[in-house]
């Protein structure tokens, strides 16, 4: 069995700093990507940055600059440190794992329960 166990999430006025961390348990052999996407009020899921297993970056275009995605593999945690956030940074923050195994399972994507992240202006 495998889970995803989000934290760091909160309420920050705009131009503060938020941690995100997403630590994957279970019995783990691999993980292709790991990521995080965020859903605001009445809008589609969208990727904000996702890393891969060697390390390579992708965030989205608005975020660029400002958020920086890491990951540990020995921990199968990924983190999402967050600056000079903006109003439009507020929504909640879903974790995936994009192709993750370990013993007696394998998921294409796993996805993590959501943490809220509210920028005030």
């Known amino acids: 069995q495998v889970h995803l166990v989000e934290s760091g999430g909160g309420l920050v006025q705009a131009g503060g700093s938020l941690r995100l961390s997403c630590a994957a348990s279970?019995?783990?052999?691999?993980?292709?990507?790991m990521g995080w996407y965020r859903q605001a009020p009445g809008k589609q899921r969208e990727l904000v940055a996702d890393?891969?297993?060697?390390?390579?970056?992708n965030y989205a275009d608005s975020v660029k600059g400002r958020f920086t995605i890491s990951r540990d593999n020995a921990k199968s945690t990924v983190y999402l440190e967050m600056n000079s956030l903006k109003s439009e940074d507020t929504g909640v923050y879903y974790c995936?794992?994009?192709?993750?195994?370990?013993?007696?399972?394998?998921?294409?994507?796993?996805w993590g329960q959501g943490t809220q992240v509210t920028v005030s202006s």
């Open positions: 995936n794992c994009h192709r993750i195994a370990g013993r007696g399972f394998a998921f294409n994507d796993l």
């Open positions: 279970g019995s783990i052999f691999s993980i292709d990507a």
């Open positions: 890393i891969t297993s060697f390390g390579r970056a």
